[in-house]
T-cell receptor, first 116, second 113 residues
Framework: NAGVTQTPKFRVLKTGQSMTLLCAQD?????MYWYRQDPGMGLRLIHY???????AKGEVPDGYNVSRLKKQNFLLGLESAAPSQTSVYFC???????????????FGPGTRLTVT | AQKITQTQPGMFVQEKEAVTLDCTYD???????LFWYKQPSSGEMIFLIY??????QNATEGRYSLNFQKARKSANLVISASQLGDSAMYFC??????????FGAGTRLTVKP
């Protein structure tokens, strides 16, 4: 099993450009998440999905959109990139059980995005 | 909204000694779960240990144990017999019934030979 994979691994954008980050998981997880990681701030939740066709806003959703057309895929879009979106982006997935050991999130390797 | 606080930006420990990484949390939900993750310099997030709010005993996973003090809302990670490979960022996280996983700012642990 590949687990959680992310495409691309690195990307440099100019201000105003758009892009889509792809996350794929092969563990049949219901829940999927997008986080951003900035120095000194840990991981912050951007958007998440509790099932195919559903999405919800997390802690820092502004400037991002997401789609979950297939259970195994979760896409993160930046319509008009800004330098403040320079960050490392992590995708994660988990089973729906929230309050026990199965609530563990499995993470992808991350995408390093730089917006100039 | 829940909040996770890790007050130690950086910690040093001598190889083979034990170290405690602090984590305090805040939630009004009596049902919640606490997680610790390790992030080595390679960048991946590695799950270490879980503690549920109703668990009677402190969680243990090999050299990792969680010092859970519910009344103080603290969930400190204890690493015994530190190894050079333990050098990494460590994140405390929590989820409850109303909010999904939230992470602390992390603690960078350096193990000295």
């Amino acid at each position: 099993n590949a687990g959680v994979t992310q495409t691309p691994k690195f990307r440099v954008l100019k201000t105003g450009q758009s892009m889509t980050l792809l996350c794929a998981q092969d563990m049949n997880h219901e829940y999927m998440y997008w986080y951003r990681q900035d120095p000194g701030m840990g991981l912050r939740l951007i958007h998440y999905s509790v099932g195919e066709g559903t999405t919800a806003k997390g802690e820092v959703p502004d400037g991002y959109n997401v789609s979950r057309l297939k259970k195994q895929n979760f896409l993160l879009g930046l319509e008009s990139a800004a330098p403040s979106q320079t960050s490392v982006y992590f995708c994660a997935s988990s089973y729906p059980t929230r309050m026990d050991r199965d609530g563990e999130q499995y993470f992808g390797p991350g995408t390093r995005l730089t917006v100039t | 909204a829940q909040k996770i606080t890790q007050t130690q930006p950086g910690m040093f420990v001598q190889e083979k000694e034990a170290v405690t990484l602090d984590c305090t949390y805040d939630t009004s939900d009596p049902s919640y779960g606490l997680f610790w993750y390790k992030q080595p310099s390679s960048g991946e997030m590695i799950f270490l240990i879980y503690q549920g709010s109703y668990d009677q005993q402190n969680a243990t996973e090999g050299r990792y144990s969680l010092n859970f003090q519910k009344a103080r809302k603290s969930a400190n990670l204890v690493i015994s017999a530190s190894q050079l490979g333990d050098s990494a960022m460590y994140f405390c996280a929590m989820r409850d019934r109303f909010d999904d996983m939230r992470f602390g700012a992390g603690t960078r642990l350096t193990v000295k030979p």
